[in-house]
């Protein structure tokens, strides 16, 4: 059964034009889809409908087979989708073990650890680490929260190549090793091929 | 991570935002609580004053009402005589039952010779004896003239109650006499009609009058000359049946400010309101209290305008930093935490700095308080002007029974000069809550705009 279900989603900004036009798919677990497109296409949007930060105008969107409107937007992104943005979005006063622990229901240290931070770095102000290691406590509080789902919004478009492929084989990790649905935004084919599926988004369609 | 924990992180991370903040909060809870001490010191002052300066409420026969009165032709004139109800022991107990009532004292008259002995002398129109006006009391202490500092006890007691032919003297007459405490004098009625006897009278105390002595007087208008007996000496001198309080009576209450609710519940008393009437009378508090009800009206002004420039200050800063931290709002909605709880975040956090911050500002506020109710005090005593209290309609509790007007000794009264103010934990506690809550409605306020806005939008102008 898929985790996450797309059915007949439109989203207009002004009710005029529609970004996303009665969209409909089925996204599953243990694999790592790439949704790519040019820019204003809709793919952040459709991003943000899956992670409950906006609703669409018409259709729905099914987390495990409920309305995530009936389940809450706050509710449905604070229990069921983790989000991973291009600025990692770190909140700057806090370390990044506490950072993590945000939202962790998961111990926060072995995460870190295992998206190859040091327990000294872990300790650190996380405006004082790198753009590599800052994305990899995004990702480790991504898993921390322990969701079925991560939202990955151009995870690597502020990295350097290396960095990005270490990125893009941690998320792959967390898709094909530790069964999460794993949905990434991104205009990189390079990065769309590493996939399990591709979607493009084409004047509100999904292809 | 709690909200707690991460409010406390933000406070102790973001130092220069919080000792801004801490100084804000300081300044508002010093300013508050120093107003709210002084307030509450006026309040005490005030309390005193009109427990020792009181207030009182005078019932008297009521002389607009024609029908009370008999005017009939006489030997020496016209005669008037009072044919209405009279006040009686009845009526006055009914009124002191009246709460708040404290005490009373009734006032007679008549006129007597003195026999043996001299009163200051004045012009005369040739009577073998000097006779005066002399009005027996309740209770002496309470006798306008000492109340409003005419006359001042020198010597000895005040005439009580259960008094039996006692006399309060001048210190003129007493000199002139060669009279002390203990010492009798003799009197009779001067009245022409009846045969009044003798009546012997023991010196309880000497008063001193401390008003003009220099102009034109008669024997009888001296107030030198006033001999104040007690009811029973009077019934014997005026040859009467019952005591009879012909200038009225006198009630005094614990305190001014119920005294419109007592005049109010004697007028529902049932006595007869045809013969009598009532005046209220607590201009003497009105007059000594002014500087202390002006300092009152302005500290009231000063601790609302406090509040609101406060707040307005607390909502600007907080409005422009929530502003700035859109960015840590984003990513908290996007991890699901609640509106609700990151503006709870935000109150909390400044709560944590006001903790501290008021309760230093009990040391700044003691420090600053006296100094400034001083300044404040000098202010308003300078602006007020000096004192003067109001007569009545009719006058009439001002007026001596020869219908001389009661000279009033202004440097005699209780003036208050300073008020002492102590910064209590009581007051401490008010900021406390009066803090609280300008803070809840200060981030709640500032909070408003990114909180309208969906965390979509949020996080889009983040990137």
Known sequence: MSIMEIQKVRYSYDNKRNVLNGISTALDEGKMYAILGQSGCGKTTLLSLLGGLDSPVDGQILYDGQDIKKLGLANHRKNNVAFIFQSYNLIDYLTPKENVALTAKLSPQPILERVGLTEEECKRNVLKLSGGQQQRVAIARALASDTKVILADEPTGNLDEDTAAEIISILKGCAHEMNKCVIIVTHSNDLAKQADTIFRVKKGKLI | ?463
């Not at chain 2, 000794?409 to 009581?426: A, F, I, K, L, R």
Request: with cysteine.
């Open chain 2, 1 to 463: 991570m709690s909200t707690w924990k991460r409010a406390f992180l933000y406070v102790i991370r973001k130092k220069v935002k919080t000792v801004l903040l801490f100084c804000v909060l300081l300044a508002m809870s010093t300013f508050i609580l120093t107003g709210l001490s002084i307030y509450k010191a006026t309040d005490d002052s005030a309390l005193s004053l009109r427990q020792s300066v009181g207030g009182s409420i005078r019932l008297e026969l009521d002389e607009s009402n024609e029908a009370n009165w008999r005017y009939q032709q006489a030997a020496g004139g016209m005669m008037v005589e009072y044919v209405g109800t009279p006040i009686t022991d009845k009526d006055i107990q009914k009124i002191i039952s009246v709460d708040g009532v404290k005490a009373y004292n009734g006032i007679g008259d008549g006129d007597v010779y003195a026999k043996d002995f001299d009163f200051i002398s004045g012009f005369s129109f040739g009577a073998e004896f000097d006779d005066s006006r002399l009005p027996s009391v309740t209770n002496s202490e309470y006798f306008n003239f000492f109340t409003r500092k005419a006359f001042q006890l020198i010597e000895g007691r005040h005439i009580k109650e259960d008094d039996d032919h006692a006399v309060l003297i001048s210190s003129a007459v007493a000199e002139k006499n060669n009279l002390k405490l203990g010492d009798t004098i003799t009197v009779q009625c001067c009245f022409d009609s009846g045969d009044y006897p003798d009546v012997e009278l023991t010196v309880v105390g000497i008063y001193e009058y401390k008003g003009d002595t220099d102009s034109f007087q008669t024997t009888s208008t001296d107030k030198r000359n006033r001999l104040i007996i007690d009811h029973k000496a009077m019934q014997e001198i005026m040859q009467r049946d019952e005591i009879q309080y012909d200038n009225g009576v006198d009630f005094y209450v614990d305190d001014p400010r119920e005294i419109d609710r007592i005049a109010k519940e004697i007028k529902n008393l049932d006595l007869d309101w045809d013969c009598f009437s009532l005046t209220v009378d607590n201009s003497a508090y009105e007059a000594v209290a002014a500087s202390l009800t002006s300092m009152q009206r302005l500290i009231v002004w000063l601790i609302v305008g406090c509040i609101v420039v406060s707040v307005s200050i607390l909502i600007l800063i907080l409005s422009m930093w929530i502003k700035q931290r859109r960015y840590e709002t984003g990513i908290l909605l996007s991890i699901g935490i609640t509106k609700g709880n990151i503006v709870f975040q935000y109150i909390v956090e400044v709560l944590l700095i006001a903790v501290v911050a008021f309760g230093l500002s009990y040391f700044t506020s003691s420090l600053l308080s006296q100094g400034v109710s001083d300044l404040i005090f000098n202010q308003v005593a300078e602006s007020q002007p000096i004192p003067e209290i109001e007569l009545p309609d009719d006058g009439s509790e001002y007026l001596d029974i020869t219908g001389q007007y009661i000279p009033y000794d202004s440097s005699n009264m209780e003036m208050v000069e300073s008020v002492q103010v102590n910064v209590n934990p009581n007051n401490l506690l008010y900021v406390y809550v009066l803090g609280a809550f300008l803070i809840v409605l200060s981030v709640s306020a500032a909070s408003i705009t990114v909180i309208q806005m969906k965390p979509k939008k949020i996080l889009s102008q983040m990137d």
